[in-house]
């Protein structure tokens, strides 16, 4: 099973999700050989709950994730802490609904919830946690309390970082540092856009239907990150496609 960990359903946050849109991300992420993908959309996008709400409205939800045009869409959200970090949430849809419910007092920049607080507050779920894109300049997560970060199942090796930072240099950090955590790595494309599907696969060894499925293959590192030789194309395209789309819509907007 060809997976992606690390993706987002909407052109931007500022955007009403679109189903049409989605259904093309759906499309070129089935395009590039994926047989599923976590769907973790920012948890302060403008109307989050939308989205779910009209995934459940159009596809089937089996087991533990919804099935569209083949394609397994895995419930997720990437939440932003107070300490400056993005961490990636990956659970059954009712229980990301209760969870972003319960982060509606944080949703605002200058009240992002603590790390120690989130990950009270995620203890009673069954779920998988992923520290999102740690070398990142922006959100250098690397740098928070280790006991905190150990808490996390893995850390996302990610696209955009990969293109940006440097595919050598952005994995050796990545890895030394899930290492020294004693975590595993997996890959997440955080794609924005449809061309950046496939600039990094996860090959899971067997098929799986829940998160908990998801979170066994990465303990027991039974997958394979695969990095696309076109990578730095697939970002940069996706990155100027994206940038042209949003001016589009904000003269639209303002027309």
Known sequence: MNFDFHTHGKLSKKVEFSLDYFKNMVKAAKENGLDGFALTEHFNTRNFFDVYNTLDEVYPYENGYYLVD??????????????????LILADRDVIREIRGQLEPYISKNRFIHFAELLELLSPFDLLLIGAHPYRQSTPLYELDRSL????????LNGKDLHSIGIEENSQ?????AESLNKPVIGGSDTHHQLQYGCIINELETDCNTVSDLKDIILNGKYIIRIAEDLHEKVRHA??????????????ANS
Request: aromatic letters at 8%; a negative charge.
């Open 239 to 252: 990155t100027e496609q994206k940038a042209l789309e949003k001016k589009i819509m904000e003269a639209i």
């Open 70 to 87: 083949q394609v397994k869409v895995f419930p997720g959200m990437e939440v932003d802490i107070q300490e400056i970090g993005h961490i």
């Open 149 to 156: 970060l150990s808490k996390l199942d893995a850390f996302d």
């Open 173 to 177: 950090l990545v890895y030394q540092f």
